[in-house]
């Protein structure tokens, strides 16, 4: 069975400008959870969504935002562009619910900001 | 003070060595708890999941004191692979009902030497 998977793996971007990423959750999973990834830092909570509505919001400013598809796939949207959003961006997923949550991974996407 | 901590090491062990790392969490409304390992560059992998009596998991083991507010996790004989960022992960309630977040730990460094 296929991993979560995320697109692209790099991206370079400039200051001011607007970025999509993508992430498809691992077959039979409702939920995705978004993280931001700064070097030697643990991953940062963004959003989950589950079911398609958002499920739980991290200390994110109103540039971040995501949606999730009927197919449970998600997209996660940052807007106006700042060097500080150079970072890993990670997607999980899981069953979903309000069960234990345990979360799995995708390889993440890298975004530079320059 | 930060809702997950965690020495951030290294711990640099011997092959066949006990390694204990601590994790102390702040929100009494934590409901889940997990153990995540971290190799350089690459996406957190679940290693387990915590328990309220403790589990275990072939060389690992995972303990949660909720009335301390600390979750630990035990290596015994320590291995070249087992080298990689072991993450603390705590799910919390948010503000919204039927929200949550997770709050990832900065990780701590395991390095064991041949």
């Known amino acids: 069975d296929a991993g979560v998977t995320q697109s692209p793996t790099h991206l370079i971007k400039t200051r001011g400008q607007q970025v999509t990423l993508r992430c498809s959750p691992i077959?039979?999973?409702?939920?995705v959870s978004w993280y931001q990834q700064v070097l030697g830092q643990g991953p940062q909570f963004i959003f989950q969504?589950?079911?398609?509505?958002?499920?739980g919001r991290g200390n994110f400013p109103d540039r971040f935002s995501a949606r999730q598809f009927p197919n449970y796939s998600s997209e996660l949207n940052v807007n106006a562009l700042l060097l500080g959003d150079s970072a890993l961006y990670l997607c999980?997923?899981?069953?979903?619910?309000?069960?234990?949550?345990?979360?799995?991974f995708g390889p993440g996407t890298r975004l530079t900001v320059t | 003070r930060k809702e997950v901590e965690q020495d951030p090491g290294p711990f640099n062990v011997p092959e066949g060595a006990t390694v204990a790392f601590n994790c102390t969490y702040s929100?009494?409304?934590?409901?889940?708890f997990f153990w995540y390992r971290q190799d350089c560059r690459k996406e957190p992998k679940l290693l387990m999941s915590?328990?309220?009596s403790g589990n275990e998991d072939g060389r690992f083991t995972a303990q949660l004191n909720r009335a301390s507010q600390y979750i630990s996790l035990l290596i015994r004989d320590s291995k070249l692979s087992d080298s990689a960022t072991y993450l603390c992960?705590?799910?919390?309630?948010?503000?919204?009902?039927?929200?949550?977040?997770?709050?990832f730990g900065t990780g701590t460094r395991l390095k064991v030497l041949a």
């Open positions: 969504y589950y079911e398609k509505e958002e499920r």
């Open positions: 915590v328990y309220s």
């Open positions: 929100n009494s409304a934590s409901q889940s």
């Open positions: 992960v705590v799910k919390v309630k948010s503000v919204v009902p039927g929200t949550y977040k997770y709050i």
């Open positions: 999980a997923s899981s069953l979903g619910g309000t069960g234990i949550g345990e979360q799995y």
């Open positions: 077959s039979g999973h409702k939920s």
